[in-house]
């Protein structure tokens, strides 16, 4: 049997092959939640037969790598995002890597060719160029990631005119350019069938169900605030408020009916009188509670454990 040696993009060496993982910084990521994620899934899922998995709200992907990197028998993807320069990575990565891979590199010889204290005025410069309007979207997508690593906290937030204001992060050897995470990603997505949607509507993934085999959907939406001074919100400019978590029940209901195999995170909101809000939302669904670190708070010592809800619909 042949011995085939994977090369980078450039032919320079042998690229050690790491697994896919996110490649972005992501608020509510799900890293540290898949084993227990893992362990919700249908006992026979890995029974099934060219499975399409769905997610509508991917952020930064640590789901989907995971599924299609553990259960071979998904042969399907579809994922969505709000986000459009997220959208645009996936794009790159899946499609055109290089391109991505040459745009971080020139930023990041621009930004470690100044010294450091000089590096905080270069990351505003970079801000304010992916706010104005007319940058191409590759070069917008580049910039995305190279925020993403070099803001604080990693952070995704913008404004009420929709603009990035994520302060610096003061990191002194950011990964700006991962070219083996890239490469690894790229591998992955392109070993299945791939369908990356418009950044829009979360529903617009109905249309690419599969009829004749099994779909499963995993939901990852804009969480619901614990409680009323809870304040990440902003990962848009559109509220994700009860009215739409209402919607998106809706949504699972239409799912069911068609046979979808459903799994959603959220947080363990409560109501003014101190309900849960999705116990009694989702009624009729399999409901748990784990347990989620969470790592928004500028504060470390207040990164605490915090229960989250897992819905589902087997």
């Known amino acids: 049997m042949p011995n085939h040696k994977a090369v980078d993009l450039f032919g320079e060496r042998p690229v050690r092959r790491i697994p896919a993982k996110p490649f972005v910084k992501w608020a509510g990521g799900k890293g540290n939640l898949l084993q227990k994620l893992e362990a919700l899934l249908p006992t026979d899922f890995d029974d099934l037969k060219n499975v399409t998995y769905i997610e509508p709200f991917v952020g930064g992907g640590a789901m989907l790598f995971h599924m299609l990197q553990r259960h071979k028998c998904i042969t399907r993807a579809v994922i969505n995002d709000i986000n459009a320069d997220l959208i645009r990575c996936y794009q790159l990565i899946a499609n055109?890597?290089?391109?991505?891979?040459?745009?971080?590199?020139?930023i990041e010889n621009n930004y470690f060719s100044v010294d450091f204290p000089a590096r905080k005025e270069l990351f505003y410069a970079y801000r304010d160029q992916y706010n104005s309007e007319?940058?191409?979207?590759?070069?917008r997508a580049a910039l995305f990631i190279f925020l993403n690593h070099t803001c604080f906290n990693g952070l995704y937030r913008v404004n009420a005119a929709g603009k990035f204001n994520v302060p610096y992060?003061?990191?002194?050897?950011?990964?700006?350019?991962?070219?083996?995470?890239?490469?690894?990603?790229?591998?992955?997505?392109?070993s299945i069938e791939l369908m990356i949607r418009q950044?829009?509507?979360y529903k617009l993934v109905r249309q690419n169900l599969s009829r004749n085999h099994p779909n499963f959907v995993y939901f990852d939406p804009p969480y619901r605030p614990l409680n009323d001074t809870s304040s990440f919100r902003e990962y848009s400019n559109d509220p994700f408020d009860d009215i739409q978590q209402e919607e998106l029940k809706e949504f699972c209901d239409r799912l069911s009916n068609k046979n979808c195999l459903i799994m959603l995170s959220n947080s363990d909101s409560k109501t003014e009188n101190g309900d849960s809000y999705f116990e009694k939302l989702y009624q009729g669904y399999r409901f748990e509670r784990i347990m989620a670190p969470r790592f928004i708070n500028a504060n470390g010592e207040k990164?605490?454990?915090l229960a989250e809800v897992v819905i589902r619909n087997y």
């Open 96 to 106: 055109n890597p290089q391109i991505l891979i040459d745009r971080l590199k020139n």
């Open 134 to 139: 007319g940058i191409h979207p590759d070069e």
């Open 169 to 190: 992060g003061r990191y002194k050897k950011p990964v700006i350019c991962n070219k083996e995470v890239i490469m690894a990603d790229h591998r992955l997505l392109n």
């Open 199 to 201: 950044p829009g509507d």
């Open 303 to 305: 990164r605490e454990k």
